[in-house]
């Protein structure tokens, strides 16, 4: 949760002139995420197989070995429009991944792919 200064309700010398004295609006983002059904993983073509043994499943991608590159699930990008259309959002013919690095404790490749600013669909 964020709290968003509501600025157009200030004077040029900092006054309030919001009526009711309110200052802020609350803004509430939600981070959903959901599990996909793929028989791979989402950048590299590792089992999702449930039950297996540790560490059966990995490769130099998932494991974020130098120099391993992911590539995208296919069938990922298609249940994404799938809800971008289901949810009736925009889909981009463009996408853009970005690359999030800092230190988790339980992934130790030190960054995590998002699509932060040009996501398969939005709004
Ligand atoms: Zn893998």
Do not use: W
């Amino acid at each position: 949760m964020s709290v968003k200064k509501r600025s157009e309700a200030l004077i040029s010398d900092g006054t309030n002139v919001t009526p009711g004295n309110k200052q802020y609006d609350t803004v509430i983002g939600l981070e959903v995420h959901i599990e996909l059904s793929t028989e791979t993983k989402i950048f590299c073509g590792c089992s999702t197989k449930f039950g297996a043994m540790p560490n059966t499943q990995t490769c130099p991608v998932c494991t974020g070995m130098p120099g391993s590159l992911p590539v995208l699930n296919e069938k990922v990008a298609e249940y994404a429009v799938a809800l971008g259309l289901a949810t009736n959002s925009r889909i981009n013919r463009r996408t853009i991944f970005d690359r999030k690095n800092y230190f988790y404790k339980d992934n130790q490749q030190n960054y995590q792919i998002s699509q932060l600013y040009v996501p398969i669909c939005e709004e």
